[in-house]
């Protein structure tokens, strides 16, 4: 069984990435500026807002963060996302969701630049990663293809199982995976009203896993030899940790692990490469990759 080492992966991307800030340094440019703009106090959204700054300083990126109090407008949320798309020296951004249920989440997504969206969540990215153009692919999903190309792992023909239809993982992963120029796999998605679960499961050569339910793929779904890509991070109760709560993936780590081929842990896995996937599109965002 081979450990598929997200934390030592995203640490040599962002090396590389630096690096290449230091090579646009060099020539005479500015570093690519990230904002991020997190409303209310929420202890998960404060954590992840926490990781992209000190992504950030990792690459040599700018960043900066804006902070609204839960009580915020949708329309002053609105102002700030037009004053983003505007301002020259921002490359990319993204609104830390989920937001309060006062504000609507898709009309934000809907007013930010899609040549800013480095998060990829606005249709236009949406749309054209679906049919295979070059855009701002979610980060999570990008990062795992990232960890599947670097360990070499066959996707080509295989069965992919994705649990879970999320429009950050769920959707994009399946059309990824769907597609010639990533996975090129044959793709099943499965979700709560999904018959013959296990079944499905265990029928997959590649199983991504990303339901937000704790410890939800037991040993009975996995097929042996499978690899196992965990994308669960659910916070729970341990009095034994610093924090009271620990980490806890989609994937029962310890009974799985033995019969895969390849399995990200958790934490350590797919987390580190999702804000490294988003150091990368803000790098692309920057050099004007995509978009002019
Ligand atoms: N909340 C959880 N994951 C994400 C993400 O990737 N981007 C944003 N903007 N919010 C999130």
Not at 117 to 125: K, L
Not at 138 to 163: F, H, M, N, Q, W
Not at 275 to 280: D, F, G, K, N, S
């Amino acid at each position: 069984m081979q450990l598929i080492d997200g934390k030592a992966t995203a640490a040599k991307i962002k090396e590389e990435i630096a690096e290449e800030v230091n090579r646009m340094l060099a020539a005479g440019k500015r570093a690519p500026h990230l904002a991020a703009v997190l409303v209310g106090h929420d202890g998960g959204s404060e954590t992840y807002v926490r990781n992209k700054v000190l992504a950030c300083e990792a690459c040599r990126f700018t960043s900066s963060l804006i902070r609204f109090e839960e009580d915020v407008t949708e329309e002053e949320l609105l102002a700030k996302v037009d004053e983003l798309n505007r301002d020259p020296n921002v490359d990319g951004f993204i609104v830390q969701l989920p937001l309060p249920a006062h504000i609507s989440e898709q009309k934000i997504i809907e007013a930010i630049d899609y040549r800013k969206d480095v998060d990829g969540f606005h249709p236009i990215n949406v749309g054209r990663m679906a049919i295979g153009l070059p855009c701002f692919i979610s980060a999570t999903p990008k990062g795992i293809l990232e960890l599947l190309r670097r360990y070499d792992i066959d996707t080509i023909g295989k069965k992919c199982v994705v649990l879970g239809r999320s429009n950050i993982v769920g959707k994009p992963m399946a059309q990824l995976m769907l597609q010639k120029g990533y996975g090129n796999a044959t793709v099943t998605v499965c979700h709560s009203q999904s018959r013959n679960l296990q079944a499905e499961c265990r029928d997959a050569d590649i199983l991504i896993a990303a339901v937000g339910s704790p410890a939800f793929v037991t040993a009975d779904m996995v097929k042996p030899g499978a690899v196992v890509i965990d994308v669960g991070t659910t916070r729970v109760p341990d009095s034994t940790r610093p924090k009271g709560f620990r980490l806890q993936g989609d994937v029962d780590f310890e009974h799985v692990a033995p019969l895969c081929s390849a399995i990200t842990p958790v934490p350590g896995g797919v987390g580190p490469m999702t804000i490294c996937m988003l150091m990368l599109n803000t790098l692309s965002a920057a050099k004007h990759e995509f978009y002019a």
